[in-house]
């Protein structure tokens, strides 16, 4: 897969890493996210540019992106979950005959973007949903410590941690999660301007709380097959051609089959096919409709690195660690926030680089917020809460377990490998 990813995307590759800074922290083949204008956190403000919208208090939008061009009367941004670029070199060569993939080779144009820190779904698509970094809005962790209500919450769950398999406890209890982004969304800049932005989604996803929170002046489209979504993005542009429009596709089984099968199984080639032939028909009945100056554009929250789950990297058959702890970790398994008792910061620094020799850079959350991996101010009131004392930064293929269920993932996400942090940007002007 690196190979192929290193040969398609050589050009725009060179240039990401041509900007990365170094850092002890940093392996070869590791990337931070670059906020300047090459994360999927500047593609906001560059879709309010296009659609004529004010991007106010968003980074600054994509570096390149004038590329695509000026101004669009329709933009449609499609977020495959979990699509990483390394993960793109194995599909090109499986799906070669791919309509969609043939029509990017004709008439595209394709680019790499960072993801943020965590490479993670709800820091990450919060920041494609709001233009800011995770360490302004404050979404850090799959697992986040939330001082303020005194328990770790699940945010995909909005429920305590401990209880995530009953979603939505938090809201049940009064605190809604619209409240819970200090920033406006990228709907609300939308809603400001008059443009009409809708988002669609898997029903399954449709009406959850993070979707709640994200989505702040945005329609949202619930879909049960792929058939009914192109057929809901057609008809609604349709209806609405001669205004100005944002479409949001998010598909998330592609990151799901890679977490629970591996990268290589043949349900995502299945599936990625024909969601990708789905989306090529709509995209040459659009070019068929005279709709107007239309943007399509392909992109992901994250990547995927593969490994295969090791008891020995579950923290629960580590006691002596455990005894240190003031609270079980948090964040992500591949990017992992140690909260130590008082006194015991360097124990659980001795145990780790022990047990684990090689396998973690152990730096302090403080050192990671100043050197900016989490974005720059302002952020978030509770950052330095919600970043433990000291984060474990994954090497090569390892990772932290701890939930109170079996580990069966055969590909993780959340830290700093290439694998988890480049995503293709593939954009198609009609």
């Not at 560059?46 to 208090?57: A, H, P, R, V, Y």
């Not at 990450?124 to 919450?153: C, D, I, P, Q």
């Not at 145990?351 to 302090?364: M, N, Q």
């Amino acid at each position: 897969m690196a190979k192929n990813m290193y040969d398609f995307y050589k050009d725009a590759y060179s240039e990401i890493k041509g900007k990365m800074p170094e850092r002890p922290y940093l392996d070869k083949q590791m990337s931070l996210p670059i906020y300047e204008g090459y994360s999927v956190a500047n593609l906001p403000a560059s879709i309010c540019n296009w659609l004529g919208s004010e991007n106010t208090g968003m980074l600054p939008p994509l570096a390149f992106e004038k590329i695509y061009g000026d101004r669009f009367r329709h933009v449609i941004l499609v977020i495959v979950d979990g699509l990483g670029a390394y993960q793109m070199g194995m599909i090109r060569e499986r799906l070669a005959d791919n309509l969609w993939l043939r029509l990017m080779s004709e008439y595209g144009t394709e680019r790499l973007l960072t993801s943020i820190v965590p490479s993670a779904t709800a820091a990450a698509l919060t920041s494609l949903w709001t233009g800011v970094s995770g360490g302004t809005h404050g979404l850090v962790g799959y697992e986040t410590w939330m001082r303020s209500l005194g328990m770790v919450v699940n945010f995909l769950q909005y429920s305590p941690s401990s209880i995530s398999s009953k979603p939505g406890l938090i809201g049940d209890a009064g605190i809604l999660p619209e409240a819970i982004l200090p920033v406006p969304t990228l709907g609300n800049h939308l809603m400001g301007g008059g443009i009409i932005s809708r988002s669609h989604m898997p029903i399954a996803l449709a009406h959850s709380n993070l979707t709640r929170a994200q989505m702040a002046g945005v329609s949202v489209v619930p879909y049960r097959r792929f058939g009914d979504l192109w057929e809901n993005v057609k008809e609604l542009l349709e209806a609405d051609r001669e205004k100005v429009t944002f479409d949001s596709v998010y598909w998330n089984d592609l990151d799901t089959y890679n977490h629970l099968m591996g990268m290589n199984d043949n349900r995502i080639f299945i599936d990625l096919g024909s969601f990708f032939d789905g989306l090529a028909r709509t995209v040459q009945a659009l070019s068929r409709g005279n709709f107007g100056k239309t943007l399509v554009l392909v992109t992901a929250d994250h990547g995927h690195i593969e490994n295969t789950p090791d008891p020995n990297r579950d923290i629960k058959n580590h006691p002596e660690l455990m005894h240190n702890l003031m609270i079980m970790p948090c964040g992500e398994n591949r990017l992992t926030y140690f909260y130590p008792k008082s006194g015991k910061e360097t124990a659980i620094r001795n145990y780790i680089e022990e047990t684990w020799p090689d396998d973690f850079y152990l730096v302090s959350g403080q050192e990671l917020i100043a050197d900016g991996i989490f974005g720059t101010a302002a952020f978030h009131p509770d950052l330095d809460n919600r970043i433990g004392e000291w984060v474990a930064i994954a090497r090569g293929y390892a990772y932290f377990w701890w939930p109170n269920r079996p580990d069966k993932l055969y590909s993780r996400h959340g830290g700093l490998s290439d694998q988890e942090m480049i995503v293709p940007l593939m954009g198609l002007a009609l």
